[in-house]
């Protein structure tokens, strides 16, 4: 695998990550994605929601979650609760019920905070592809496996990519952004 491809695979991993985290961050409708941080003690271990229940969103103000044992009903409604995400479930007997209610204005400005800090930390770990990247290419100089014009042709298309990587995280950190403010 060439040092392009290879530093190619990890920005876009790094990219794939920050899509993840976007979802995690609540809008003003429901998505089942909200609820994937949720952790629920359940057979002697922390595991995650989407492990133990299915989710899903029948209209925009409420998620369903349908546990697959239902004895672990009372467990996953106390998970939700606690998970800091400003939700309070509720449940029948066999299915939780899950409303989302509209955001404030202090909270939508909360979440664009968040959503900052998580493209931040997507630029970052773009940076730190690019940095290794160069740096494998730098030593394949020192070591004369590539030449000197190679090298430096190497890392300008890695700066290329880097720079290609970071508009794209701009690009859904504009959408996001769009979607947690919209009314």
Known sequence: MSIIDDTTLRMEESLDAVQREFATVRTGKATPTILDSVRVEAYGSLMPLNQVAAVSAPDPG???VQPFDPSQIAAIERAILTAGLGLNPSNDGSVVRVPIPPLSEERRKQYVRLLHRMAEEGRISVRRARQAGNDEVK???????VGEDDGHRTMAEIQKITLEFGRRIDELLAAKEREVMAI
């Open 62 to 64: 409420l998620l369903a």
């Open 139 to 145: 030593r394949r100089l020192k070591a004369h496996e």
